[in-house]
Protein backbone atom coordinates (compact mmCIF):
# COMPACT_ATOMS: atom_id res chain seq x y z
CA UNK A 1 0.00 0.00 0.00
CA UNK A 2 1.00 3.48 -0.83
CA UNK A 3 2.28 6.08 2.08
CA UNK A 4 -0.28 8.32 0.70
CA UNK A 5 -2.84 5.87 0.92
CA UNK A 6 -2.10 4.67 4.47
CA UNK A 7 -2.27 8.73 5.57
CA UNK A 8 -5.59 9.27 4.26
CA UNK A 9 -6.63 5.48 5.80
CA UNK A 10 -5.72 6.90 9.15
CA UNK A 11 -7.39 10.37 8.58
CA UNK A 12 -10.37 8.60 7.86
CA UNK A 13 -10.04 6.79 10.87
CA UNK A 14 -9.66 9.56 12.82
CA UNK A 15 -12.76 11.15 11.49
CA UNK A 16 -14.92 8.18 12.04
CA UNK A 17 -13.49 7.93 15.33
CA UNK A 18 -14.31 11.34 16.45
CA UNK A 19 -18.28 11.57 14.90
CA UNK A 20 -18.26 7.84 17.10
CA UNK A 21 -17.39 9.53 20.53
CA UNK A 22 -19.71 12.69 19.53
CA UNK A 23 -22.47 10.30 19.30
CA UNK A 24 -21.47 8.55 22.23
CA UNK A 25 -21.76 11.71 24.38
CA UNK A 26 -24.84 11.93 23.11
CA UNK A 27 -26.31 8.21 23.85
CA UNK A 28 -24.98 8.12 27.16
CA UNK A 29 -26.95 11.48 28.39
CA UNK A 30 -28.93 10.78 30.95
CA UNK A 31 -31.38 13.18 29.19
CA UNK A 32 -33.41 10.42 26.86
CA UNK A 33 -33.95 13.45 24.40
CA UNK A 34 -30.16 13.97 23.44
CA UNK A 35 -29.94 10.33 22.45
CA UNK A 36 -32.10 11.27 19.39
CA UNK A 37 -29.85 13.53 18.12
CA UNK A 38 -27.70 13.20 15.16
CA UNK A 39 -24.33 13.70 14.34
CA UNK A 40 -22.25 14.19 11.05
CA UNK A 41 -18.56 15.34 10.65
CA UNK A 42 -18.08 17.23 7.62
CA UNK A 43 -14.41 17.70 7.77
CA UNK A 44 -12.90 19.22 10.80
CA UNK A 45 -16.97 20.23 11.75
CA UNK A 46 -19.36 17.81 13.48
CA UNK A 47 -22.43 19.16 12.55
CA UNK A 48 -25.58 18.45 15.17
CA UNK A 49 -29.72 17.74 13.75
CA UNK A 50 -32.73 16.94 15.05
CA UNK A 51 -35.15 17.95 17.94
CA UNK A 52 -35.73 18.47 21.25
CA UNK A 53 -37.86 19.66 23.64
CA UNK A 54 -35.66 23.20 25.16
CA UNK A 55 -33.14 25.35 24.35
CA UNK A 56 -31.24 24.06 27.53
CA UNK A 57 -31.43 20.72 25.89
CA UNK A 58 -30.22 21.97 22.31
CA UNK A 59 -27.30 23.83 24.58
CA UNK A 60 -26.18 20.26 26.35
CA UNK A 61 -26.18 18.28 23.21
CA UNK A 62 -23.71 20.97 21.89
CA UNK A 63 -21.64 20.92 25.42
CA UNK A 64 -21.56 17.50 25.90
CA UNK A 65 -20.16 16.81 22.08
CA UNK A 66 -17.85 19.84 23.03
CA UNK A 67 -16.57 18.56 25.91
CA UNK A 68 -16.05 14.38 24.77
CA UNK A 69 -13.77 16.20 21.54
CA UNK A 70 -11.79 18.60 23.69
CA UNK A 71 -8.48 17.72 22.84
CA UNK A 72 -9.25 17.97 19.18
CA UNK A 73 -9.73 20.75 16.75
CA UNK A 74 -13.19 21.12 15.71
CA UNK A 75 -15.97 23.26 15.32
CA UNK A 76 -19.35 22.06 16.28
CA UNK A 77 -22.28 23.52 14.24
CA UNK A 78 -25.59 23.39 16.14
CA UNK A 79 -29.05 22.74 13.81
CA UNK A 80 -30.74 21.35 16.20
CA UNK A 81 -34.50 22.39 16.04
CA UNK A 82 -36.74 23.69 19.05
CA UNK A 83 -39.85 22.37 19.05
CA UNK A 84 -41.77 22.31 22.53
CA UNK A 85 -43.94 19.82 24.03
CA UNK A 86 -47.47 20.74 23.53
CA UNK A 87 -50.61 20.21 21.23
CA UNK A 88 -48.70 21.03 18.07
CA UNK A 89 -45.46 18.37 18.26
CA UNK A 90 -45.37 14.97 16.67
Known amino acids: ?8 MVVDLLSNMLEV ?3 SALK ?12 EQQ ?10 S ?3 YKQLAQEAVRTALRNHDLEVINHIEVRPYGPDRD
Not at 1 to 8: S, V
Not at 28 to 39: G, M
Open 1 to 8: MAPGMEAA
Open 21 to 23: RAR
Open 28 to 39: NSPIFELRDVNV
Open 43 to 52: GETIVLTGTV
Open 54 to 56: SYY
